[in-house]
């Protein structure tokens, strides 16, 4: 529950005005608590008097920034956005522990509807010739089931593999993959996409593995292994530093835009 110090509020009314669950009114003068809450965190991030906390979180957290340490170059950005490649050639290096922590940053402030913050951000790299081996070893179980579908989808993948262990199409000899478990699809492709633009800053690259994602997800030792619990695996990819450079941006279909 948010809470209000009424000694630092000098009553300027601006958590008040941006509180999209009007949980705050003024009462002689001061903010004040007075219903549900969804604890976005807006009326800290808005109060000029650091009046406003809520406990659930650590407020340690919470960082003073003005707009102009925030802004990002525009022509960069998007130069970023259009140099980015689906990486699958990596350097067997493993991702340093700061770099996983400052992805996992990323993840967590990402927007999510409802303020539900329920992504869960799976890594995988110290166990991760385990994890082949679930996957494989569940792969082969599919291929030997009634579903058609699934099969057709997976046996060029696994005869390949079989024939030459090196030939891995899933895992693509990267050194982390990253699950994030979500109960909704969209909080979870928002958290990878600032993760990945995170993970550019760091000289990372990601590759997007639906067929990784749905081998997981049809094996349930490998959903007990990962800890997925009643959420489900909604964005897999993955990570590592890049053992290629490319030179130039690739080309793209003209925009589809509709301005009305």
Known sequence: MVEINRDACIGCGQCIGDCIAENLHLKEGKAEVSGACLLCGH???????????????????????????????????LKAIKFRRS??????TPVCSRDLDMLVQAGRYTATAKNMQDCRFIFVQK??????TLIWDGIGRILD???????????????????????????????????????SNIDAGLAAQNMELMGVSLGLDFL??????????????????????????EACALLGYPDITYKRTAPRRTADVILL
């Open 43 to 77: 009326c800290v991030a808005v109060c000029p008097c650091s009046a406003v906390s809520i406990p659930e979180y650590d407020m340690e957290d919470v960082e003073e920034l003005s707009p102009a340490q925030t802004r990002l170059d525009a022509d960069r950005l």
């Open 87 to 92: 990486v699958r050639n990596f350097k067997q």
């Open 127 to 132: 166990e991760l010739e385990y994890l082949r």
């Open 145 to 183: 089931s009634s579903s058609p579908e699934a099969a057709l989808a997976y046996r060029g993948f696994y005869n390949a593999h079989m024939a030459d262990s090196t030939r891995d199409y899933l895992f693509r000899n990267a050194p982390a993959v990253l699950f994030i478990a979500s109960e």
């Open 208 to 233: 997007y593995n639906g067929y990784l994602r749905r081998a997981a997800e049809m094996n349930p030792r490998v959903l007990q292994w990962l800890g997925v619990g009643e959420k489900k695996i």
